[in-house]
């Protein structure tokens, strides 16, 4: 008997390296808007509380700048139009992908990105290895809140007790932690292994076929 059924991913940091393309829509929005530009690492210190985070983190004086909003809007239109130029699958994410729907696992993604554009992004990444998506959307918290978890799990008709949390940053663990999951935190993402551990974390993924050790 499996230990665990399901397994419930991040997508962002975890299955998709999304961050050039973030990174690009967000200096274009500082550009057009006469704001000093970040690096790319500074961007990825700032993902993984959603968007408008990203930008209050990216704009000198965050949302009390009096360009905030208009800074916020040129963001989602550019990354609305643009995000999937860079966009791609981590190595060796497909074949785990593969494997475990193999061996009959039901896999989720649930993230902070918007509801839409996870719905338009996995489908074009995953194809049909992921059975459910769930992004951020009206009348639901964003994750660190169990939420999008719990509605993960229920659209599968799975429970809590047989599942498994991915995911790559601080904000993840604290997912895992609320929802009452284990977590896998994988090392080839956002954050490094010190912020993870600091977080709690103590299963470590530097490769994807790490994972099925944790299964």
Known sequence: MKRYDTIVFDMDGTLLDTLEDLADAVNFALRETGMDERT????????????????????AGGAEHPLFERAFALFRERYADHSADKTKPYEGILPLLRELKERGYALAVVSNKVDAAVKELVPRYFGSLLDAAVGEREGMPRKP??????????????????????????VDAQTAKNAGLPLVAVLWGFRDEACLRAEGATRFARHPRDILAFL
């Open 145 to 170: 809140a169990p939420d999008g978890v719990f509605a993960a799990l229920e659209e599968l008709g799975k429970g809590a007790e047989t599942a498994l949390f991915v995911g790559d940053s601080e």
């Open 40 to 59: 790319l690492e500074e961007i990825r210190r700032f993902v993984g509380n959603g968007v408008r985070t990203l930008m209050e983190r990216a704009v």
